[in-house]
Every structure is written in structure tokens, then in C-alpha cells.
């Protein structure tokens, strides 16, 4: 069975940092372009950030580039999102997400991340 489990997440001051994972198993993550997705509370679903198969390509929201970095460990099979400078606008729920052109998505459950005092 497919699954996508994010994990990471948690409560962290203003400023500080935390590393999400999004760990995958039974499909070939390799093949699959991966995503990270967040939804605040009460808000739709908002883009984060992109990776290419190859991990050699990314795409960040103007909301986040500089602050957050995707990376993609293919041999593990994990997807990584570090972010920085973590502020309160930036609690929400963050999914993972697997695309393959010709396939169908998977999406993972979440892990929430709240930043506040």
C-alpha cells in the first residue's frame, strides 16, 4: 500500500527552525516529482514548494523562498523541507505530495507545524 508519512513537525517559537520529512514507501519515489503543501487554519490549501525527480530542480512560493529549502534523499526515499525563520504566519498543516505525470497523486496526512511565543 502507498503511503507518504510526514513527520517533524511541532511547536516552535518565532524564529526558529524546524526539518519536516515525508517519508515513501511502495512506489518507485524516484520517478515521482514531489510537493509540499500547507493549509493554515481556515484557509485554503496553498502551495509551498516543488522538487523534480532528480532533486536537481526546485520551485519555492514567493511566500517562502529563502526561508525554506526542499531536498529529496531518492536512496531513502524521504523528501525533506527545512525551514528557517519560522514566523506565526507560517502555522498551518504541511502535506507531502507525489506527481507523476500518467499516475495518479498521493498525498500524505500532514504533520503540523505552530509557531508561536
Known amino acids: 500500500q502507498v503511503q507518504l508519512v510526514e513527520s517533524g513537525g511541532g511547536l516552535v517559537q518565532p524564529g526558529g527552525s524546524l526539518r519536516l520529512s515525508c517519508a515513501a514507501s511502495?512506489?518507485?519515489?524516484?520517478?515521482?516529482?514531489m510537493s509540499w503543501v500547507r493549509q493554515a487554519p481556515g484557509k485554503g490549501l496553498e502551495w509551498v514548494s516543488d522538487i523534480n525527480s532528480s532533486g536537481s530542480t526546485t520551485y519555492y512560493a514567493d511566500s517562502v523562498k529563502g526561508q525554506f529549502t526542499i531536498s529529496r534523499d531518492n536512496a531513502k526515499n524521504t523528501l525533506y523541507l527545512q525551514m528557517n525563520s519560522l514566523k506565526p504566519e507560517d502555522t498551518a498543516l504541511y502535506y507531502c505530495a507525489a506527481r507523476r505525470v500518467g499516475y495518479r497523486d498521493y498525498w500524505g496526512q500532514g504533520t503540523q507545524v505552530t509557531v508561536s511565543l
Open positions: 511502495e512506489f518507485t519515489f524516484s520517478s515521482y516529482y
